[in-house]
């Protein structure tokens, strides 16, 4: 299930390292302020919704055009990935992982906390793990669609997420693909 989001990451973090899909690097909030805060702010873009939707579709679309064939890989599987276009489920869940990431950035901006950062305190815990995490919103609900959504998966994603999200944002800032480390 969560394998799709490296490729989401990969194919975001080449495209933003490459400087691709120019025309698509504009702000979702359109550089909107509310009480003189950005609403989302400067890094969540079109391009991004874009790119991590394309990363998510080529790996669920794999995971179920050519994965699936195999036995094995079949035994592991989450739902049956023969039984729907991958393409579409993996576009749609990059899509509204990309999505469910705004209301943090939202709620970062009130609090006048920069992209990438996270405050202090209590707080900015809070913040730490509601980065890590936000995007599972939006990917259980494109994977309602083909699995029961349980409160054991839901733990077991968040907890593999905790524990993968941050290594995987150090190597890709490692890598020249994000700004910040974090």
Not at 101 to 107: D, K, V, W
Not at 114 to 140: A, K, S, Y
Request: hydrophobic share 50%.
């Amino acid at each position: 299930m969560l394998v799709p989001l490296l490729g989401a990451g990969v194919v975001h973090g080449l495209v933003m390292k490459y400087g691709w899909l120019r025309a698509l690097r504009r702000p979702i909030d359109g550089g909107r302020n509310w009480s003189g805060r950005p609403l989302f702010g400067a890094n969540k873009t079109w391009r991004g919704i874009v790119a991590v939707s394309a990363g998510c579709a080529i790996v669920t679309g794999i995971q179920s055009d050519l994965l699936h064939a195999s036995g094995a890989v079949r035994a592991i599987e989450l739902f049956d990935y023969g039984a729907v276009n991958g393409w579409l489920l993996g576009a749609l869940a990059g899509a509204l992982a990309e999505f469910s990431e705004l209301p943090n950035s939202f709620c970062k901006r009130r609090f006048g906390i920069e992209p990438g950062g996270t405050g202090g305190g209590w707080g900015g815990r809070v913040f730490f793990v509601w980065d890590q995490v936000d995007l599972l919103l939006g990917l259980w609900f494109a994977y309602a669609l083909v699995v029961d959504v349980t409160l054991f998966r839901v733990v077991v994603s968040i907890v593999v997420l905790l524990a993968v999200h941050p290594v995987a944002t150090l190597l890709g800032y490692l890598a020249g693909m994000r700004l910040t480390a974090r």
